[in-house]
């Protein structure tokens, strides 16, 4: 008779991340369990999820950070990968701070503090200027 | 019965994680149809390969503008069959590699040029005074984050079906740009060519799934794969043993204890603009343990001026078995998000002809879960976008007609067990409804006047 063997087993915990030693430890390391990647292929790619966020690309790190957050929160665990997100997540919260930094001050500040130059960096004005929204 | 009850449940999970997608898709290409074109009534229209045989323009007369659409569509559907018969041309020949490139450049360009002149209508449209570094940064990042996580084999699966849905919207909003009487008329020919496609011995997706099961390989395209729906908890530790919900077929007269077959065939929907094929075929290997590969194939192509072929590659598994199924077979065991398929999506600019490889059809992936090709989201999110060009009425209308037509299709393949287009139920239905509110509005709208005008102006 097929049944499921949890049917059984009310008390059986749904939740896949099981440890015989801890309870609160994960084995695996992405956020997509038992259907990510192994420990040993996330070492790689966190390794070159890090390395290329440099090449400006900070939504590369927060998707590093998103995709090991059980790197992020069990914090003994995964020694091996936990470097490189805590690295992704220092790199994504610095370029994200000086961006909206950035970004923020110009639009708040607008011509006032910027002059006639803010009339030459504003997205719409240059979309006008350099034709890119008429298609063909 | 604890059996019934959670294959229902499994069923109607299973469903509804294609069902979410597809809705989300079409939701936010209405969204972005009436914000940026509620001032003009597009008065430019894209020149791609879908008007390379007229031009339609406003002052014509209704005859004109119907031959010049049918013209415009013949066209299309020619351009369309050249790609994909290149496409199982490359296939045959094990040009691999080169496909996944063509696709991970394809996906660069769409989520890059056409996002970004998305994007750029948008920041006009509200006056967003945004910089120019920060939307380029922006933009850049979104685009190199969309190619790796619809490229690489293993990315978080949100991101990748996210950016999938992404790509669908952008394309299904770039051909809502074509002209009407052209688009409806690419609409129901892309239907009859995935009909074609698929059921004629010569069409190009069914040799391309023939070639793909002989093979037991994987057709690269862009296919959104639904996470698999797992009711059981399962042993971490054990690599070995997985857990999955398989479908499950009984036959008649099979009691519980048997193991039945199913055959289920799994529409894979990808984007290609002209065809959806539907294929499946299933085979058992051995009474004992059904296993059935059902594939779906559709071939969409997409895009005016990009041959978009789309061949949704589906297996099914053919065993639903409750309960802890081990794995010897290492194509099953392969996670859910299986990156063997790419899809090809050429830029649209200019006159540039990009073609798209996005496969149509649904199907079962290797881990039990639904997969769809990424050329159903485009053709139903371009319906759809048409029909909120005229009114939310017809927008109602033609998303309950597209899912019907999406659950009649599950429905066929049960039955039929083969090969079979996905798209021409839900675009019938859906080109049915449009024509039938649109026809039901405009003479509500004449008595509405008339009444108007009889009681409420002379009292």
Redesign the interface.
Known sequence: ???????NNPN???????N?LSSSAP??P????????TEE?SVS?ARNFYNFGFA?????WA?NC??FWPVLRHSRSFPRIRPYVVGSAIGLTVFTAL?CS??LT??LG?ERLFGPVWDQ????N???RLG????? | M??SS?ILDSLGEEILRIITPVSICMFLVVILVSILNSNSSSS?S??SIATIAYSESTSDSDWDKFIGALFNSLAFVFFVTLATFILVLLFYFRCTRFLKLYMAFSAFVVLGFLG??IS??L??HF?????????L?AL???A??GV??VFMS????V?TQGYLVVIGILVAYWFT?LPEWTTWSMLVAMALYDLAAVLLPVGPLRLLVELAISRDEEIPALVYEA??VN???????TDAV?QRRLWRNRRIGDD??DDSNLNVNSVLNSNMDEENVLTSISNTNDPGRIRGDINLVRENASSNSNLNSNTLYDRNLVNV????VRETDTDVST???DRGVTVRLHGV???ASSESLMLEGIGLGS?GAIKLGLGDFIFYSVLVGRAAMYDFMTVYACYLAIIAGLGVTLILLAVYRKALPALPVSVALGVLFYFLTRLLLESLREVIYNFYELYIIDS
């Open positions: 008779m097929e049944h499921n063997n949890n049917n059986r915990n749904p939740n896949p991340i099981r015989p084995v695996w992405t956020i997509d369990g038992a259907l990510g990647l292929d790619y400006l690309l900070p939504l590369l998707v998103f995709y961006l950035w970004a110009f639009s607008g960096l504003v997205m719409y240059l979309a006008d890119l929204t008429t298609w063909s | 604890a059996h959670s430019f894209v020149s970004g002149e750029l209508f920041v006009q006056d967003t005074p945004i910089d120019c570094v920060t939307f940064i850049f990042n979104f190199v984050v790796v996580a293993k990315m978080a699966i991101v740009m996470r698999p009711h059981h908890s399962f042993d971490a530790r997985t519980d204890d078995e409750e309960g802890q996670p859910l998000i600019e200019d006159s881990s």
